[in-house]
């Protein structure tokens, strides 16, 4: 069992940066790929990256490539999604998920999930 808690949202002006994290609870945390998945009001929720257990892989939505870097500290048991150059259009709620698989960007192939945490971006 792994229990996920986000943290990091608010509200920042567009161009500006934030970094989430997500802290999880849970012996074998470190033996998961994490991603980082968002929902935007009135639309499906969908992928934004993921980062395998060692960090050597990762894996980016077209939309946040070369904006978001997702980075993972083991020893913390946390992840983090650094993300600079905001738009408005990445105003969502913010979800952070666990998978025993490898990277993936489907969203019912992973089996934990934290609360979420609200991201704005103002134009």
């Known amino acids: 069992q792994v229990q996920l808690v986000e943290s990091g949202g608010g509200l920042v002006q567009a161009g500006g940066s934030l970094r989430l994290s997500c802290a999880g609870s849970?012996?074998?945390?470190?033996?998961?790929?994490m991603g980082w998945f968002r929902q935007a009001p009135g639309k499906e929720r969908e992928f934004v990256a993921a980062?395998?257990?060692?960090?050597?892989?990762?894996d980016y939505a077209d939309s946040v490539m070369g904006r978001f870097t997702i980075s993972r500290d083991n020893a913390k048991d946390t992840v983090y999604l650094q993300m600079n150059s905001l738009k408005p259009q990445d105003t969502a709620v913010y979800y952070c998920?666990?998978?025993?698989?490898?990277?993936?960007?489907?969203?019912?192939?992973?089996?934990?999930w934290g609360q979420g945490t609200q991201v704005t971006v103002s134009s």
């Open positions: 998920a666990a998978t025993r698989l490898l990277l993936t960007r489907i969203e019912r192939e992973y089996d934990y």
């Open positions: 849970g012996r074998t945390f470190s033996s998961y790929t």
């Open positions: 980062i395998t257990w060692s960090g050597g892989n990762r």
